[in-house]
């Protein structure tokens, strides 16, 4: 079974905090994505990476920056956090890019941004 | 520009009814993939079907349907004989190429409860 794995399942900080998601995914997969998930806005993709060091933004990349320097490890983070970031935010990762794969999903991190 | 509308955003049921959940795309490449995720209220999401461009033909699994429309850019999901179980917000997705990978867009959700 694939596995994905957030760091935290709730975080709480403070505005202008710089923040660190982390997800973690155990199938070897290329392709990983970061969304955030928002009451009547469903998922929003804020970066995805297609291989190590490589990465594309997404629909609403402002304010938030990526790294993938593993293949198995993709991080979400937010340079200076802001209210308008308190969200749930999903990690996902997927087979690669010859073809577009179903994504695996982990359970989601709830940040609160105070 | 890519784009999925999810036009319900709640439907309710009685048990052992049929729903059918709507979503229509807009694309302009001629290849691209379609899902269908289903989030229960456990909260983690979980894949139920894959559609390529290419391949038009409906699919059935169980309970679950799915008709795929080309000619009015529709990817409807269609329950049978709904159960109290199936209440969760299901998303439709879809996924373009860009750059070395495939980036991918999902509609609002439609949640879905069903009563007893």
């Known amino acids: 079974d694939v596995k994905v794995t957030q760091s935290s399942r709730y975080l709480v900080k403070r505005t202008g905090e710089k923040v660190f998601l982390e997800c973690v995914q155990d199938?070897?997969?290329?392709?990983m994505f970061w969304y955030r998930q928002d009451p009547g806005l469903g998922l929003r993709l804020i970066y995805f990476s297609y291989d190590v060091k490589m990465k594309e933004k997404g629909d609403i990349p402002e304010g938030y920056s990526v790294s993938r320097e593993k293949k198995e490890r993709f991080s979400l983070i937010l340079e200076s956090a802001s209210t308008n970031q308190t969200s749930m935010y999903l990690c996902a990762s997927s087979l690669p890019a010859a073809r577009s794969y179903e994504q695996y999903f982990g359970p989601g991190t709830r940040l609160t941004v105070t | 520009a890519q784009k999925v509308t999810q036009a319900q955003t709640e439907i309710s049921v009685v048990e052992k009814e049929d729903v059918t959940l709507d979503c229509v795309y807009e694309t302009r490449d001629t290849t691209y993939y379609l899902f269908w995720y289903k989030q229960p209220p456990s909260g983690e999401l979980v894949f139920l079907i894959r559609?390529?461009?290419?391949?038009?033909q409906n699919e059935i699994s169980g309970r679950y349907s799915w008709n795929f429309q080309k000619s009015t850019s529709s990817f409807n999901f269609t329950i049978t004989a709904s159960q109290v179980v199936d209440s969760a917000v299901y998303f439709c997705a879809l996924s373009e190429q860009r750059g070395g990978g495939f980036k991918t867009i999902f509609g609002a959700g439609t949640r879905l409860f069903v009563k007893a």
């Open positions: 559609r390529n461009s290419f391949d038009e």
């Open positions: 199938m070897d997969h290329e392709n």
